[in-house]
């Protein structure tokens, strides 16, 4: 569907818009973070381009995006401190936004003296901060305003937000970014071929984190193949070519960046001999096709089950991470081969969730979650099986859920 103006509206859009606190948004590029701002606040887009147009009015934005502003900032971060606080003294702006500004770590401590200083006079200026890297800002500042700020994470689109715009099909070939998916249907390819090529590799290269384009390229590859399924280190550092403790930064690298996630295995208390290597999940389905070489060939019939059991996880991942609680899922597998796919521990409540891309629940695919409960006995609070068919089945204690509701009772259980 082709739709250079449409605009799907976000989840955090309201809270953003009605807040009173600053905000610091971390999300991958293209997930939508500037235009969210733009929509929440009714700031023209071109602001982002030529900040004057808001001369005067009640938001004052700062795209470190545009080189020069980059670089002007980044030799004098204390002119930014100077240009908010003349405007405070005048007529205070509501919201002062910041683009990535991970690009200038050092204004995050010009924002802190700002906040101070705002509370301290009762000026009632937001600071409204987004960023594409954790990581650089952690190690350039090692602030992140704890007490002054509120954290929020803007992945690619949830269900809830594409639900009534796109297909299940087209999500699981080409994400849910949305500057991709409001492409023109020729161009949806060729810009995720882009976004991985680009900045996927250049750009975090670029900003010193990997060193050498060639093996981080490799890398990320060989990783993107087996996203999904258990990570060996070894075996991966064999395959890439890469050292074995460069792997592992590797993957550092790519979860401060938020191009990825590790999922760990559930281990809990048992004498079960357990699998204790991590899955790992690119952020985006599309851009995982991209990176193995599906866009623009096509996804195979092969690779659908995997596809539908990763978007499962990456949207259990995206709820678990608003509610603060992405630390709390994991999967668990034994040596004998029993796995689940899900577990989500609680407080030591335990929800275990099974994922089959089939339209009909079978008692064969409950094994693993039945293993599960064995294994942990009264901490196991309820048995799922997520699929793709339109009626809810039990099997024994194993509710069989329609992947719709089974993300209600996701988002239900986050909350």
Known sequence: MYNINMWIKRILENEIAAGASSMLILGPRQTGKSSLLARAFDIPREAWLDPQILEGQSYMVYNLLRDEECIRLARSPATFRQEVMARV??????????????????????????????????????????GSSARKLRKNTGNLLPGRILFRHLAPLLYAEWRHHYSLQEILVLGSLPGILTAKEQEQRELLKSYATIY?????????????????????????????????????????G?????????????????????????TGKTAKRLSLHPKFFVFDIGVRNALVGLIPVGVPTTEKGLLFEYFIMLEILRLAEMAGLKQHVFFWRTHAGAEVD?????????YAFEIKSNKIAHSSDCSGLLS???????????????????RPAKIGDVTAMPWPQAIEYLQDLFK
């Open 89 to 130: 003294k005048g007529n205070a702006p509501k919201g002062v936004i910041v683009d990535e500004i991970q690009r200038v770590p050092a204004l995050i401590n010009e924002v802190q003296s700002l906040i101070d200083f705002g509370l301290s006079a009762k000026i009632k200026t937001r600071f409204l901060l987004t």
């Open 242 to 266: 890469v050292a074995y403790s460069t792997i592992r930064h590797y993957f550092q690298v790519l979860e401060d960046t938020l191009v990825g996630t590790l999922v760990f295995p559930y």
């Open 342 to 350: 899900c577990v989500i521990d609680l407080g030591g409540r335990l």
């Open 372 to 390: 599960f409960k064995e294994t942990y006995k009264s901490q196991v609070k309820s048995l799922s099986l997520i699929f793709q068919g339109e």
């Open 200 to 240: 996927l590799k250049e750009e975090i290269q670029a900003e010193g984190i990997a060193r050498g384009i060639g093996p981080f390229s490799r890398f990320i590859e060989t990783a993107s193949a087996v996203s999904g399924r258990q990570v060996n280190y070894s075996s991966l550092s064999r395959d890439a």
